[in-house]
């Protein structure tokens, strides 16, 4: 494969793309929703056309040899014991946040925030009371603050949503830390849905994703695990993730809760997801070297426009640019009449931030910083 396919643009319009149809016929960057401009791994285009190729697409059931792929790579990278019928297999990991909020039935959960928005609406679609923590940026790095924590869980509280690495913000929660986050949920008997979706996705050298219910059986048995290879590999329209339930009585739960509601996977999600992680590493580890020098290109030219700041962050490709010191009263229009279409950040809980996605070739990535310097030196 040439590791250059990652410097050629992909023209997405007219294909039904969510991200490009938002601002078709107008001339504007499309850097919000989280998925990238990248064609996929070869081995999984290969995967789906074989399997389209059979031409009959019936009701489908996983793949025997998918979970075992999953259980051998999670011992392979986190040295993480799981058995195979731990997993669930949904058509989606918002559906798992969902089903979480459902299954806990907590009165009130709690989210750190900012926060990736279906946080702070799944426990409110369930009939609870979403509670948000404020974080902390320690040296540029989202934490949780557990002074707040610790004061906010009350006799109501049965659920913690949580996310590593942080989206958005990118930070990477160390050993350290995970292990506190557990002794806390330990003491107050709190369960825990942890979104790990971006696992794969680290940026700095020499930093580890270390899943939370890897830790000990004891804060195992309290996680709801939420992971999927769509943001790694690009296959997000496909809908495959995986919830990993230690706990017997909770995996029951879960999928008691999900039956007649939430469909199974459809065949070439399973196809993707099986391709993906039993034969995509190398397309993957040239695609993260490829996000890094975008990141690192980020890093020094947003830096360099009056107005905006963005601090050093770990993993994802989401950058979590602060613009407090531009002073927008409409930072959304502002930018997209610059030509520049990105997240809100009123939408993960701090109006002061914008997201933007910079999984795409770095001539895009380019026009964009030079659009918005524009825009915000007039």
């Not at 949780?144 to 004061?151: C, K, N, P, V």
């Not at 906010?152 to 942080?166: E, K, M, V, Y």
């Not at 999600?269 to 996000?291: N, V």
Request: aromatic share 8%.
């Amino acid at each position: 494969m040439n590791k250059n396919q990652f410097d050629q643009p992909v023209d997405r319009r007219e294909t039904s793309s969510m991200k490009w149809e938002r601002y078709k016929d107008r001339d504007i960057l499309p850097m919000w929703v989280a998925d990238t401009d990248f064609t996929t791994a070869p081995v999984i285009t290969q995967a789906l056309q074989e399997r389209v190729a059979h031409g009959v697409f019936g009701y489908t059931k996983r793949p025997a040899e998918l979970n075992t792929v999953v259980k051998q790579r999670l011992q392979h990278l986190y040295q993480w014991q799981v058995e195979e019928d731990w997993m669930v297999w949904l058509p989606g990991l918002v559906s798992g946040l969902h089903l979480s909020c459902r299954t806990v039935t907590s009165p009130v959960t709690l989210t750190a925030t900012p926060i990736y928005p279906p946080f702070r609406s799944a426990p409110v679609l369930s009939g609870g009371q979403n509670l948000s923590i404020p974080m902390t940026q320690q040296e540029g790095r989202w934490l949780i603050d557990f002074t707040a924590l610790e004061s906010a869980i009350n006799s109501d509280t049965r659920l913690l949503l949580f996310c590593n690495p942080q989206n958005p913000g990118g930070t990477v929660y160390r050993r350290a830390e995970l292990e506190q986050l557990a002794d806390t949920c330990e003491r107050h008997d709190l369960l825990v849905c942890s979104d790990e979706i971006h696992c794969d996705m680290i940026l700095d050298p020499g930093v580890e994703h270390i899943p939370l219910a890897s830790l000990n059986p004891e804060i195992a048995a309290r996680c709801i695990t939420l992971m999927a290879p769509s943001k790694t590999f690009n296959i997000a329209g496909l809908g495959c993730s995986v919830a990993i339930i230690a706990d017997q009585a909770l995996r029951s739960r879960f999928r008691k809760v999900r039956q007649g509601v939430v469909p199974d996977v459809n065949l070439l999600g399973y196809t993707a997801a099986l391709a993906a992680y039993r034969d995509g590493d190398e397309w993957h580890q040239q695609q993260l070297s490829y996000l890094r020098a975008n990141r690192d290109f980020l890093l020094q030219e947003i830096n360099l426009i009056p107005g905006l700041k963005l601090a050093h962050f770990e993993a994802t490709y989401l950058a979590w640019i602060d613009i407090s010191d531009a002073r927008l009263e409409h930072p959304v229009a502002f930018f997209e009449a610059a030509g520049v279409g990105m997240s809100a950040g009123r939408d993960f809980g701090d109006a002061n931030f914008m997201r933007l996605n910079f999984g795409c070739p770095r001539s895009t990535l380019e026009e964009a910083v030079i659009r918005m310097r524009k825009a915000l030196a007039n």
